[in-house]
């Protein structure tokens, strides 16, 4: 998804993997520098957002956004000065940093803040071409998306595209957790989870203590036939 893309969102509920997913970008793309963000709750606000964005950065050049912290250090920040801390910003990155270079935004749900989406919509549409941001998000930001894939700049990776197949799951299942399931079993706890990789791990504790096939045997019928 990296290249010509603007955005790769990766959209789907907790336990679907996302974050091991980013975790093997270095390995998918060797030849791309990466800096990496992990949001939370607490940095819901313009200013933690800025600094959280520039510190990353400046692990890569120290000189990346120097300029921006007398910016934001007042205490409080508009959309417009952020607008203009973010046009520094992106002319530090072209002047300073290596390219190819991912940003990634890992659990962007946390930030509900409307001026740190604008922000990242501005520095979307004017994105400095040799930098390529990868979003992970429980549920889809209030982003211009349709906009980005109107232009072709958007990648997306979504619940359908991170949930495991009935090959997939068996693998897990049988191959990595050794549960010995039967053909018919991996199918039934793949087709009533949807694929879903982090409910797939918590059911195959419960089925690996219960050895005796009778009271596994119960347990798949009360999984498969449940609301």
């Not at 791309?32 to 819901?44: A, K, R, V």
Request: proline share 7%; charged share 20%.
């Amino acid at each position: 998804y990296a290249g010509s893309l603007s955005l790769t969102l990766l959209s789907a509920p907790a336990g679907y993997g996302k974050t091991t997913l980013l975790s093997v970008i270095p390995a998918l793309l060797p030849n791309y520098h990466l800096t990496w963000i992990t949001l939370d709750t607490e940095d819901n606000d313009p200013i933690g957002f800025m600094g959280l964005l520039v510190s990353s950065l400046q692990r890569l050049h120290p000189d990346c956004g120097r300029s921006i912290w007398p910016l934001i250090s007042g205490g409080e920040i508009s959309e417009y000065g952020m607008r203009r801390a973010m046009n520094i910003l992106m002319n530090d990155i072209m002047q300073y940093l290596p390219d190819p270079l991912i940003l990634v935004l890992d659990d962007l749900h946390y930030v509900t803040e409307p001026v740190v989406h604008a922000t990242l919509d501005y520095l979307l549409d004017k994105l400095p071409p040799d930098l390529h941001i990868i979003i992970s998000t429980r549920y889809d930001p209030p982003l211009r998306l349709a906009r980005l894939a109107a232009r072709r700049q958007l990648g997306e990776l979504r619940r359908a595209d991170l949930g495991f197949s009935t090959h997939e799951a068996g693998q897990l299942l049988n191959d990595t957790l050794k549960l010995s399931l039967s053909p018919a079993e991996v199918d039934a706890l793949q087709a009533r989870t949807e694929g879903w990789p982090g409910i797939l791990c918590l059911l195959a504790g419960p089925l690996e203590r219960l050895g005796d096939p009778e009271n596994r045997a119960q347990m798949m019928e009360a999984i498969t036939s449940s609301d």
